[in-house]
């Protein structure tokens, strides 16, 4: 491991004007997955900035009804919270389903939702990756390259992975907003639609945060109601990332919302697919998946989520 420096922060302001001032420098939350990459050397800060004294662990009730979840709130405690399991099921069911108890014991909600693509060539430091190594290609659309696990739409010719978070599926599905405080101290509401960034020709940008930028809290909205469920198709029983996963959310009336997972660079939903919920889930996945461009191996994905969505609405 690389030698680097170390600092508690005092608060989110700190902690970002800290960190925009040192290039290089990485908040350390939970580090479940900080350090995994530190140890591979594919994550090589200079200087870590322990964000995890902000008290920033709280989940308190806004005044539209809805809840603020604290960035280093873990997820264990996110999934047992008594609201979230009545009022935002589906949000529990994405953090059970993702990593071990152990993991979700560490994990933090910002962290969650910055965690970094599990590409099999983004973690081979001998493979070309766009996305680790900008400009050195991408091994993953060469020829002969496992695909299996990787992203079918909103991925470019530069990098085709996929976001590996499950409980951005389900905060994508229930319209969350992430709140951020920059490096002069102002603060920030982003919807979590535009937090994730297509990789286009800079796969490295994975978000829309500016440098030092803090995540502070995630807020939901008030209950919206309805069946909500969450699936996760996947190649062994626990422990193993999406290849399809969906967030249900469906009202009596047959209208709702639907987000998937283990198919693009980010969580995947549309309005024009939402509209599309009365009519089943070949509608929906039609055009949800509209100009997806899948390569051989993962060409199945598209039928996988079309059928694990048909499977859940008969569940109802």
Partial sequence: MRQFSYERANNPAEAASRAAEIEGAKFLAGGTNLLDLMKLEIETPVHIIDVNGLGLDEITETDDGGLRIGALVSNTDLAADARIRRDYGVLTRALVAGASGQLRNKATTGGNLLQRTRCPYFYDTAQACNKRVPGSGCSALSEGAFSRQLGIIGTSESCIATHPSDMAVAMRALDAEVETVMPSGETRTIALEDFHRLPGETPHIETVLEPGEIITAVKLPAPV??????????????????????????????????????????????AEADAELPNGARAVIAKLLDGATPTEENVFKIALAERTLASMLKEE
């Fill in 225 to 270: 109601g309805g069946r909500q469920a969450y699936y996760k198709a996947r190649d062994r029983a626990s422990y193993a990332f999406a290849l399809v996963s969906v967030a249900l959310i469906r009202q009596p009336d047959g209208t709702g919302s639907v987000a998937l997972g283990g198919v693009a660079p980010k969580p995947w939903r549309s």
